[in-house]
C-alpha cells in the first residue's frame, strides 16, 4: 500500500472563502485539504512549501478554452496546453467542441477523455457541441459541463442559428429533469445573419481593424436577446460566453434570471480597438475586441454581479497563421497563462479586490457548473491550488510562454501575482519555472 502524498504550506497569506485573509498554514493529504490553521504542527512525512511573503488561492478553473486536440495540433495539444495551465495558476479547465472531430457525440467524448487522462497535467472537462441533429447526445453524453451552441461564427454541422433550431434544444435537457435543473447551456451569442450582411459591406477591406465592425455591437446584442427569450421561455439554464459588450451587459442587468449567468474575458476588460494599431492580427479575435466604453461597462457588470466570472477563451493559433492578411487570419489569442496575473494587476490597481478575482476565477465558476469541492481553500475541498507573489512584477515574455504557439496579445505588460507554486490534487505540478509533467489531474464531475 503506497504512502499517502502529504503537503504542508506554510506561514502563507491565505485567502479563506469569506474572504477574509489570514496567514497560516495549510495541510493537504492526497487529494484533500485537511487542515487550515494559523499554525499546523510538525507532520510526518510531509513535503513542506515555505511560502512566506506569497499569497495562497484557489486554484483557477478557467471555464472556456480550445485546446486543439484532436486534430490541430500543430496550434495546441492537451499536454502543451496543461503546461500552460501549470505556470499560469490553473488547476482545471473547461474545453470546447470544435476540435476534428467535432465533440458532438459520446464517442468524441469519451476520446478526449481518454486522452486527457494521459496528457493533461491539470483537471479536465469537456462541453459537447450541438448541431442541428444531434439532440439525443446532447442529452445523455457524460460526463460534461453542458451543451455549447454557437449562434454564430462556425461553419458546417456546429453552426445553429435558426431560432426553430434553437427552440428544440432549449426545450430539452436530462431527461425528466427540472427545467431548470436540466443541462446547461452555453452559447456564442453572435448573429449570423448580421454578421454575413455586414461582410458583404465591408468586403475588400484588409484592416483587421474592421473585424470589430463587421462583428458589432449589435450582432452580440441580437443574439444574446435571443438566447435570453429562449431561456425565459423554456426556463432553461443558460450560460452566456464571452459577454464583449457594454449593451448586453446593460440587457443583463435589466433582466436577468436567477438560472442565467455570464462570463467576460480579461481581453475584452483590458484591451480595445486602439489594439489593432498596435498588434494587428494578433488583437483579433470573436467576439472582438470593442472600445473603451465597453471596456469600463464590463467592469462595472463584474464588480456588480451582473457578470458572474472570468474566462480566457485560449484559442491559440501559430504566428505563421495570423501574419495572414485580413480576413484571411484566424480569430482567436491564449491566455490561460496570463489570466490570474493579469486580474491580479488589476487588483492592486485597484480596479477590484483578490478576493473578487478568487470569487470570478475560481468559486463562482465551480458553483456555476456544479463542480463539487473545488473553489475554496478549507478542508474537505480538493488540493488545488496556486501560490502567487504579488510584491514582485515581470514582463510577459514571448519565450517564457508554454503555450505551443508562442505568444501573447499582452506580450511586455508589466504583471503582479505570477503563480510561483501550482498545486494539482495535493501535487506539486509547477514549481519556481519548472513543470512536473508527471503529474496528472482528473476529469472533472458535475453535479
Not at 67 to 80: A, M, N, S
Not at 131 to 152: C, Q, R, S, V, Y
Not at 303 to 311: P, Q
Request: hydrophobic fraction near 40%; glycine fraction near 6%; charge should be negative.
Amino acid at each position: 500500500m503506497s504512502s499517502p502524498k502529504i503537503l504542508l504550506i506554510r506561514r502563507a497569506q491565505i485567502i479563506l472563502p469569506n474572504g477574509e485573509l489570514i496567514i497560516g498554514d495549510v495541510l493537504t493529504r492526497d487529494r484533500q485539504i485537511v487542515e487550515v490553521a494559523p499554525e499546523i504542527s510538525q507532520t510526518a512525512l510531509a513535503t513542506e512549501v515555505d511560502a512566506e511573503g506569497l499569497t495562497l488561492l484557489p486554484g483557477v478553473i478557467d471555464p472556456q478554452v480550445h485546446f486543439r486536440e484532436p486534430g490541430l495540433e500543430h496550434k495546441e495539444d492537451l499536454f502543451t496546453a496543461s503546461c500552460a495551465c501549470a505556470k499560469g495558476g490553473v488547476t482545471s479547465f473547461l474545453e470546447m467542441p470544435n476540435t476534428r472531430p467535432l465533440t458532438t457525440t459520446q464517442q468524441a467524448l469519451d476520446d478526449k477523455l481518454d486522452r486527457a487522462s494521459q496528457k493533461c497535467l491539470v483537471n479536465y472537462g469537456f462541453f459537447i457541441g450541438a448541431t442541428a441533429e444531434n439532440l439525443p447526445d446532447l442529452l445523455l453524453a457524460k460526463p460534461t459541463p453542458g451543451i455549447k451552441i454557437f449562434m454564430g461564427l462556425m461553419h458546417g454541422q456546429l453552426l445553429v442559428d435558426g431560432e426553430t433550431a434553437l427552440s428544440a434544444i432549449f426545450a430539452k435537457g436530462v431527461s425528466e429533469a427540472p427545467a431548470k435543473q436540466a443541462r446547461l447551456i452555453a452559447v456564442h451569442a453572435e448573429d449570423q445573419a448580421r454578421i454575413n450582411q455586414r461582410r458583404q459591406e465591408f468586403a475588400n477591406i484588409h484592416d483587421p481593424a474592421v473585424h470589430s465592425q463587421i462583428q458589432d455591437n449589435q450582432a452580440a446584442l441580437t443574439a444574446t436577446q435571443l438566447a435570453l427569450k429562449l431561456s425565459r421561455k423554456y426556463q432553461r439554464r443558460l450560460h452566456i460566453l464571452h459577454m464583449s459588450t457594454a449593451e448586453e451587459a446593460d440587457l443583463l442587468r435589466q433582466e436577468k434570471p436567477s438560472w442565467v449567468t455570464a462570463e467576460v474575458t480579461p481581453q475584452h476588460l483590458l484591451l480595445n480597438t486602439s489594439a489593432y494599431q498596435q498588434i494587428g492580427t494578433l488583437a483579433q479575435m470573436n467576439p472582438p475586441l470593442r472600445s473603451p466604453h465597453d471596456n469600463e461597462v464590463l467592469w462595472q457588470a463584474l464588480r456588480d454581479g451582473v457578470i458572474d466570472f472570468i474566462a480566457t477563451d485560449h484559442a491559440p493559433h501559430t504566428l505563421e497563421e495570423k501574419a495572414q492578411e485580413y480576413p484571411n487570419s484566424p480569430s482567436g489569442m491564449p491566455g490561460v497563462e496570463t489570466s490570474l496575473a493579469l486580474m491580479l494587476t488589476a487588483a492592486m490597481q485597484g480596479k477590484c479586490t483578490v478576493a473578487q478575482v478568487v470569487n470570478w476565477m475560481s468559486k463562482a465558476v465551480a458553483v456555476a457548473y456544479g463542480i463539487p469541492n473545488k473553489g475554496a481553500i478549507a478542508p474537505g475541498y480538493d488540493a488545488d491550488l496556486v501560490l502567487v507573489d504579488l510584491n514582485t512584477y515581470r514582463p510577459v515574455r514571448r519565450e517564457e510562454l508554454l503555450t505551443k504557439c508562442r505568444w501573447s496579445p499582452f506580450e511586455g505588460w508589466n504583471l503582479t501575482g505570477w503563480a510561483t507554486t501550482t498545486i494539482v490534487g495535493g501535487e506539486i505540478v509547477y514549481d519556481k519555472g519548472q513543470v512536473n509533467t508527471q503529474v496528472r489531474g482528473q476529469a472533472l464531475t458535475f453535479l
